[in-house]
């Protein structure tokens, strides 16, 4: 008789992009691609709660994080490993939610390529000034506005996991000088320099671009504050692929409002959606993205799911998860 | 004694922006980086034909398309070499101007590492779906149009001269599959075949994005007309950084508001400046950019002066000179 098998429920909310769903289709997809291991699998698909209550009670793994979080250790006895369909999981900090025996792993690598696609729309963009001359389209202005070649130009990343290394890759693809800023300080490859995020201000005057791509935690909420904008040079842009609360926006459009920074190009507002009467939508030299820099608008859930296969398999033979988030960290 | 020195006259207009102007300063900094074949030159320099009469009489080689042109022989009886600072020279055609015994030639060479980088641009900016996220900023709309990957798609690119293969480099970087289509059809770099101008019409259904970049001739114009457009693919954009009469603006503005074509980046207008009562400007999902693509915008002299100096070495030493204009081909 075959072992038995392993409960997996499967949690989707209505709410969420079509992308963003994991349907029957996409799992068997996934499934066909993963046979071997998804043959372990007895799996169950939910929507915004509607199963979760008993399939919560035999699981061992979760996969999207419930709207409903309290009392798991109750509610979900067997279950071993919750995964979050995406790379951010500020919304569902604190994580005082989280059962200590609970591993909870994040879609970290699923952002990579299409952030880095994203960078290389986003630095030349800015580069060849854009923002002004969208303006000018908009206000039938003919205005030749030339730019130099970019190579030789510094970007300075801030944050340089899956995102932030999509962008040094991008960076260095346009021949930009890039300088990569984390909590570690580590090498990582395509960035000229690394160094740690106590070193921030006396890096922000040399930058040319500054793309945020760290986490949204307690430690970077408003990272780029006023006073560290005010560092930068008047003729540098802003790209912000993370979080917006990693910003100040207020700032930012003050900024761009008195030509004190070049340009900007925000893919990340709070709230989402940006309400109508939000002021920024009419900031000079913005351009508003609507959160796409980051996700593969057909196979996101491809992706998530080979990336969740390749941990399964880490499970399986009892070894240590990839992508764990630290709850201290936030992470 | 010292050889006899060679006569150059440089004839600027001061209507040009002021990036192709060949002003003292950059004419000193050239022959400052190549001084051993500047020794060997007596240059003047003209501001709208000011000297251009007196100059004539001596000049062996002249830099800049004079605007009178009439009987260069008798005018400029030494002449032997003129030099246009621009790759294209549809302006001055037809060239029966030119007498027989000048060597013409053009600025090819200049313009393909901007050319590379407005096509990075502006493939990402089609495929990522800017020109509608850029009309829903203007409306204060979020909508969020993902768009998946950018590899694999194909891009087309017609006219394969130094803007052609800046094309080609950029979508090759992008993981683009490359289609050059060419008078000759010889092989180019990054490109993964290479047509004939004669296969155009079959090409054009495989293209997710088509690049114009043809010097405008007798033969070009008009070449994306109305029927090659409905060849194209509704999903697909077009680019042009070639010249306005290539493609036919009125078939391709009908396609773009019957949503019979995804999107435009149209970087040259015909006139230029476009006027502010042309329908174009407020075509959906059009970009147009104010023919930028191309020009270095600090150092296209710079980058102009090497190419020449490079061929005056040639000249001396009584070689063939590059990029000699065909008067019957007119590039």
Redesign the interface.
């Known amino acids: 008789m075959a072992a038995k098998k392993i409960r997996v429920h499967i949690e989707n909310a209505h709410h969420k992009?079509e992308?963003f769903r994991i349907t029957q289709e996409r799992w068997d997809a996934a499934c066909a691609r993963h046979r071997r291991l998804a043959s372990r699998l007895n799996a169950s698909i939910g929507w915004n709660g509607d199963i979760l209550d008993d399939a919560l009670k035999q699981a061992e793994i979760v996969i999207g994080v419930p709207a409903r979080r309290e009392r798991l250790t109750e509610r979900a006895p067997r279950l071993k490993w919750l995964h979050a369909t995406s790379a951010g999981v500020d919304s569902y900090l604190p994580l005082d939610w989280l059962p200590r025996r609970l591993a909870f792993t994040n879609n970290r690598g699923a952002h990579g390529?299409?952030a880095e696609?994203?960078l290389?729309?986003a630095f030349?963009?800015l580069?060849?000034r854009?923002p002004e001359?969208?303006a000018?389209?908009?206000a039938?202005?003919?205005?030749?506005?030339?730019?130099?070649?970019?190579?030789g130009k510094t970007a300075l990343i801030i944050g340089l996991g899956d995102l932030g290394q999509g962008a040094a890759r991008a960076a260095r693809?346009?021949g930009l000088e890039v300088i990569g800023v984390s909590r570690s300080g580590k090498k990582v490859p395509h960035a000229d320099e690394v160094h740690r995020i106590t070193a921030l201000d006396r890096l922000l005057p040399r930058a040319d671009f500054v793309v945020m791509a760290v986490p949204l935690t307690p430690e970077t909420r408003n990272l780029l504050d006023r006073a560290r904008l005010d560092l930068m040079k008047p003729t540098a842009g802003v790209i912000n692929i993370a979080r917006a609360p990693v910003a100040d926006y207020d700032a930012l459009r003050d900024k761009l409002a008195r030509g004190e920074l070049a340009g900007a190009v925000l893919d990340v507002?709070d709230p989402?959606?940006?309400p109508?009467?939000?002021p920024l939508?009419?900031t000079p030299n913005l351009?508003?993205?609507?959160?796409?820099s980051c996700?593969?608008?057909?196979?996101?859930i491809d992706i998530t799911l080979d990336l969740w296969f390749e941990n399964l398999a880490r499970f399986l033979k009892g070894k240590p998860l990839r992508n764990r988030v630290d709850p201290r960290r936030g992470y």
């Open positions: 992009p992308l390529v299409k696609q994203y290389r729309m030349t963009l580069h060849t854009m001359i969208i000018n389209q908009r039938h202005r003919w205005q030749e506005l030339f730019s130099p070649s970019i190579a693809q346009l507002m989402e959606p940006l109508p009467e939000s939508w009419d351009v508003i993205t609507p959160h796409i996700d593969d608008g057909e196979h996101y």
